[in-house]
């Protein structure tokens, strides 16, 4: 954990967190900006083909990551945590790290079929720059997310909690499909 569960914020804690949101950030944009780079490759492909494949990308990459494709297929992505090594040195440096790590979206386990259904999306609708930045930055935050939850419900927020609790196992699914009816918006 990055933060202790209950107690006051210190200024420590609000610096942790603005280093860590800051990696999170920083290392879905590169990724973002990467894949928008490889999106020109995709526009020789005409307007239908690149809806075709990405619809049956989305549905493949679903397969892989929430049926028996899993056991076969794999995705990017390391199924191990990021070792405590990353904390080393200075524990703010170390988040804004561990931040950049989870932001690039392939180096610790993700658990979900959007984030690379939403990558994929980049690579195939071939959109302008300002809307890989801002697919990077919504990754970026929506990854900093359970720690801006956890410094708000330690500081005054009791609700967080219960929006914690009630998250079911249909939140992938919707996010997937909601990420894929974006993308099919974009192209």
Same mark, same amino acid.
Not at 31 to 45: C, D, K, P, Q, V
Not at 91 to 116: C, D, N, S
């Given at each position: 954990m990055l933060l202790p569960l209950k107690r006051r914020r210190s200024l420590l804690d609000f610096k942790i967190l603005v280093a860590y949101v800051a990696g999170t950030t920083s290392g879905a944009l590169l990724t973002a900006i990467t894949a928008w780079l490889l999106s020109g490759f995709t526009e020789l492909l005409s307007i239908r083909?690149?809806? #075709? !494949? !990405?619809?049956?990308?989305? #549905?493949?990459?679903? !397969?892989?990551?929430?049926?028996r494709l899993l056991r076969f297929i794999d995705l990017p992505e390391s199924r191990r945590q990021i070792p405590a090594e990353v904390f080393g040195g200075s524990l703010v440096k170390g988040a804004h790290r561990f931040g950049f790590e989870l932001g690039t979206g392939v180096r610790t386990y993700v658990p979900a079929a959007a984030p690379y259904i939403l990558l994929f999306a980049v690579l195939m609708t071939h959109t302008t720059l300002a809307n890989a930045v801002l697919v990077g930055l919504g990754f970026g935050l929506g990854r900093a997310v359970p720690l801006l939850v956890q410094f708000s419900a330690a500081s005054q927020f009791r609700s967080a909690d219960v929006f914690v609790q009630k998250a079911d196992g249909l939140a992938s699914a919707t996010a997937a499909l909601l990420v894929l009816v974006g993308a099919l918006i974009l192209v």
């Amino acid at each position: 954990m990055l933060l202790p569960l209950k107690r006051r914020r210190s200024l420590l804690d609000f610096k942790i967190l603005v280093a860590y949101v800051a990696g999170t950030t920083s290392g879905a944009l590169l990724t973002a900006i990467t894949a928008w780079l490889l999106s020109g490759f995709t526009e020789l492909l005409s307007i239908r083909m690149r809806v #075709v !494949l !990405l619809i049956m990308g989305a #549905v493949f990459i679903w !397969l892989c990551k929430h049926s028996r494709l899993l056991r076969f297929i794999d995705l990017p992505e390391s199924r191990r945590q990021i070792p405590a090594e990353v904390f080393g040195g200075s524990l703010v440096k170390g988040a804004h790290r561990f931040g950049f790590e989870l932001g690039t979206g392939v180096r610790t386990y993700v658990p979900a079929a959007a984030p690379y259904i939403l990558l994929f999306a980049v690579l195939m609708t071939h959109t302008t720059l300002a809307n890989a930045v801002l697919v990077g930055l919504g990754f970026g935050l929506g990854r900093a997310v359970p720690l801006l939850v956890q410094f708000s419900a330690a500081s005054q927020f009791r609700s967080a909690d219960v929006f914690v609790q009630k998250a079911d196992g249909l939140a992938s699914a919707t996010a997937a499909l909601l990420v894929l009816v974006g993308a099919l918006i974009l192209v």
